[in-house]
């Protein structure tokens, strides 16, 4: 039997990122094709124009096909922008008969309980993860089954989205010919990419600045405490040398990423660059200092945003492990020093790693989302695995069992 595959589809302001993977019989993940194209039709993270971001998407899943050989059928699909909110909520469950231990459906209903927040009619939610578990008043339980007790309670971080806005993201990807399996918030899914065991146990927030929005997640103790999307980015660093420079868009992006720097300090103070502008001479040239002022300004004040949302999730004391950047505008040199600065915390920046298959160009930050769908759609795969309950070490069963989940990519 060949390995199961399935598919993730990150849906940005900027570019779509169609990935497929593999799983080995050991869980490990291997890409087998990517399809990177430009985005259209998206504004902050949301669709604005149907059509564009339809044809955007096929294009993209057109190239991850021919790159894997595969045919998508459906896709895990990234979702952010500023209608996402999320909460903290707790479930509580009896346990009916003490004298057996805590099961998967005693934990399931216990998540169920935690769901049923106060969501209006026109939001829906996208998650209900679990932080932690308290059996009988022992507090951070990290998983119940098994253990005994009468009283189950679920501390969970909860996100909604806004109805209408995960509608026209499903009707843009499913408009492509590819069927959704499941919305994931991008932050989750960059996070699962990018950041290690040791420093979601000692506390981290991830901070993945993308084109149009910056989305941040805060994690204490190993559990979610906070969410937060923000409708600035790359983008809007760009516009900014627009109006400073008196410069065309594509020469304004092109000056970012050649010539930009977060640290005006840290560049040559004598550096001159020359850059397409408006007016007659078509050309003019720049102090290399004063691009880096422009994205500075910006950077910083996306930061105070950013540290805004980082205290709502944690004490600075609980995040010894600081900041990873991901997204990308994370690739801006400096960015991490100033990072640093703004929000006094340690910074570095994420890559995926740990991939096998056709995956060079994947580790770079501004890919964490792709692979982390992926990543996060196999962990879930893993936990509607154990409800079934099967015996454990029944590879074989397993696998059968991720092969019928993931049955939507077909060889070609
Ligand atoms: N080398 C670079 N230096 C500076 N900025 C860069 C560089 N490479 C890419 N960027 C910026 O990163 C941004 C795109 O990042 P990314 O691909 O993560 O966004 P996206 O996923 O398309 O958008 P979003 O997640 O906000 O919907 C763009 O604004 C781009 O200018
Ligand atoms: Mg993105």
């Not at 829906?124 to 998983?143: F, K, L, T």
């Not at 020359?274 to 002022?293: C, K, N, T, Y």
């Not at 759609?377 to 590879?395: D, H, I, M, N, Q």
Request: aromatic share 2%; hydrophobic share 45%.
């Amino acid at each position: 039997m060949s390995n199961p595959t399935f598919a993730a589809i990150d849906v940005g302001t900027t570019k779509v990122c169609t990935v497929v993977g593999e799983v080995s019989p050991e869980g490990d993940l291997r890409i087998l094709g990517v399809g990177i194209g430009p985005s259209a039709g998206l504004t902050k993270g949301m669709v604005d124009n149907i059509q564009a971001a339809t044809e955007a998407i096929a294009s993209s899943v057109e190239r991850a096909e021919r790159a894997s050989g595969t045919r998508i059928l459906s896709a895990h699909v990234g979702i952010a922008g500023p209608h996402v909110s999320s909460s903290n909520s707790r479930g509580i469950v009896a346990i009916p008969d003490p004298r057996r231990p805590i099961s998967e459906a005693d934990v399931q209903r216990a998540l169920d309980s935690a769901r049923i927040v106060n969501v209006p009619t026109n939001r829906e939610v996208i998650h209900v993860v679990p932080r932690y578990y308290v059996v009988d008043g022992q507090d951070s339980v990290v998983d119940p089954v098994g253990m005994y007790g009468s009283r189950l309670d679920v501390e969970t971080h909860v996100v909604t989205a806004s109805a209408s806005a995960m509608q026209n993201l499903v009707q843009c990807v499913e408009g492509a010919g590819v069927r959704v399996d499941s919305l994931i918030l991008e932050q989750l899914a960059a996070a699962e990419a990018v950041i290690q065991e040791e420093e979601l146990r000692h506390g981290v927030a991830l901070v993945n600045i993308g084109g149009g929005t910056t989305d941040v997640a805060v994690f204490v103790n190993g559990a979610i405490t906070h969410t937060a999307v923000l409708p600035v980015g790359g983008v809007h660093m760009t516009r900014d040398l627009v109006v400073a420079l008196r410069v065309p868009q594509p020469s304004a992006e092109q000056a970012k990423r050649r010539f930009g720097h977060a640290i005006p300090s840290m560049v040559d103070a004598d550096e001159v660059v020359e850059i397409d502008s408006f007016g007659s001479d078509g050309r003019r040239e720049v102090e290399r200092r004063a691009i880096a002022q422009v994205i500075q300004a910006r950077a910083e004040e996306l930061f105070e945003l950013v540290h805004a949302e980082i205290r709502r999730g944690a004490q600075a004391e609980t995040l010894a492990a600081g900041v990873v950047l991901t997204g990308g505008a994370a690739l801006l040199p400096g960015i991490d020093v100033l990072a640093e600065g703004v929000l006094q915390l340690p910074a570095r920046i994420g890559r995926p790693r740990h991939l096998a298959g056709l995956s060079d160009i994947l580790h770079d930050p501004a890919y964490a989302t792709s692979v982390g769908l992926l990543r996060w759609a196999l962990k879930e795969r893993e936990v509607v695995f154990r409800s079934t309950a099967l015996p454990v070490g029944s590879l074989g069963g397993l696998m059968k069992k991720v092969g019928h989940l993931m049955r939507l990519v077909l060889p070609q």
